[in-house]
């Protein structure tokens, strides 16, 4: 088994794996049925590269080239379409998309009954004994490939540079994990055309699209610049435990078998039994300090509500306690705003205490949250954080009644983040946070933050 063939396997069982666990994830969106379908074509892709590289047999070979390389046609006519869905211009596109189908399914078929214009033959290649040479539909079929992803990879970058939001971060995830993928796979097509380039991109492909799976079931996502640094480090300390092998291998054979004799390759089997052994160590060590300088700020103002949080509970009057919660964190974490609304006991609704930020925004804050409104019941129900964004999403791709009507009061509070104060099962108070100044989205850490936080003042009330 070489390399492509090797990758080709890998890549068959994640892509499978992804568009099974995405076509069974609920809800079911249109969305997702069509990311599905992409990685369908991706499983097919790399299961047609599996097959194409490990026989031994030309006219197997030969069959096999033209299947993976007509199942990669499908790939970026299904990632335009998952994009148009995604950033929400399916109505205006519709017509477009027919095209790109038509066009597609145009080449497809002259490919399955003119398979000579398509790959004509197969020749040795970069140490592969069989490798497709393109005719004439090839390069037509090259340039749709190339246009469509990159069509699509452009208009996720305009989805990513639109205001932080869910959407957006869903954005920089995708075209993270696409510009890895596309150019990892298109690494094939170099040898086609002869440009002697070893396509060793190919198993990148697995990586984005487990992450890019991710971005879409998930809402709630890690930070980009931490998965952009985190892979960055990865590549950098394995590329190291890996190259000095294969360098004293490859660059210094000669020289090894002059000073060990015939025991010169146990140099680079230690080198690689050392190196692979302290590497998740070195990856750790480095992950943990860029770690430290890009969340010095969060990881600062978060350490300071913890602190803050302990003395919650000693602050025996209830007015000066509500009017210090809405202080520390709104000046803490740079909010726009901040505000809170109590229990009032004998009407059973939620009235608002304390509020922090500029005047305009207080003025038009709801004085009152009514103990049978749609946000007040789905606190009691589940007893956790709304992310105000993740309402907002869910409404827009579930068409959801209930979160439509959530979204309404949403849109009124001005919330990003809405967070109950509970005393056992009884919700006494609600934490309502704005937007940060930053423009940043609240992290999954925040939100254990304020949980904490909110819960001592629950103790304190």
Not at 29 to 42: E, I
Not at 109 to 114: E, M, Q, R, T, Y
Not at 329 to 355: P, Q
Request: with cysteine.
């Amino acid at each position: 088994m070489n390399y492509l063939s090797f990758s080709g396997i890998i890549i068959f069982a994640t892509s499978i794996a992804s568009s099974i666990f995405v076509f069974y994830s609920k809800p079911r969106t249109t969305l997702k049925l069509t990311w599905g379908l992409f990685c369908l074509s991706v499983s097919l892709w790399g299961f047609g590269l599996f097959k194409a590289f490990i026989t031994v047999d030309y006219n197997n070979a030969l069959f096999w080239a033209r299947f993976l390389n007509l199942s990669a046609l499908t790939i970026p006519l299904f990632f335009v379409h998952f994009v148009f869905l995604f950033s929400n211009k399916i109505q205006p596109k519709k017509k477009e998309l027919s095209i790109y189908y038509i066009i597609v399914c145009v080449i497809l078929f002259l490919a399955i009954f003119a398979p000579r214009e398509f790959i004509p033959s197969l020749s040795p290649k970069s140490g592969f004994p069989f490798y497709p040479n393109p005719g004439l539909l090839y390069y037509v079929f090259s340039l749709i490939f190339v246009f469509l992803s990159g069509y699509g990879s452009y208009l996720l970058f305009l989805e990513s540079k639109r205001e932080n939001t869910i959407r957006s971060y869903q954005a920089k995830y995708i075209l993270f994990g696409v510009t890895i993928g596309f150019l990892g796979g298109g690494s094939t097509f170099l040898e086609v055309f002869d440009l002697n380039i070893y396509p060793f991109g190919t198993s990148l492909v697995t990586i984005y699209v487990v992450l890019t799976t991710y971005a879409i079931i998930r809402y709630r996502l890690m930070d980009i610049k931490l998965v952009i640094t985190r892979f960055g480090i990865f590549v950098f300390v394995y590329s190291v435990v890996l190259g000095i092998p294969f360098g004293l291998v490859i660059g210094l054979r000669e020289w090894l078998m002059g000073f060990f004799g015939q025991g010169w390759f146990w140099a680079p089997m230690v080198s690689l039994l050392v190196l692979a052994t302290a590497g998740p160590f070195i990856y750790l060590f480095i992950q943990r300090r860029a770690e430290e300088v890009l969340l010095q700020e969060q990881r600062q103002y978060q350490k300071t509500l913890r602190q803050a949080s302990t003395g919650m509970a000693r602050v025996k009057e209830i007015d000066k306690l509500l009017n210090l919660m809405v202080h520390i964190v709104s000046r803490t974490v740079r909010l726009e705003y901040c505000a809170i609304y109590l229990l009032d006991g004998t009407r059973g609704n939620y009235v608002l205490k304390a509020s922090r930020g500029s005047e305009s925004l207080r003025s038009e804050l709801l004085k009152e949250l009514e103990a049978e409104s749609v946000l007040i019941k789905r606190l009691k129900e589940k007893q956790e954080i709304i992310v105000c964004e993740e309402i907002r999403q869910k409404a827009v791709d579930i068409s959801d009644a209930h979160a439509g009507e959530m979204v309404s009061t949403i849109r009124l509070l001005g919330a990003e983040l809405v967070v109950p104060s509970l005393d056992g099962e009884n919700l006494i108070a609600v934490l309502v946070l704005g937007k940060k100044k930053s423009g940043e989205i609240y992290s999954p850490d925040d939100l254990l933050v304020f949980s904490i936080l909110a819960n001592q003042s629950a103790l304190g009330i």
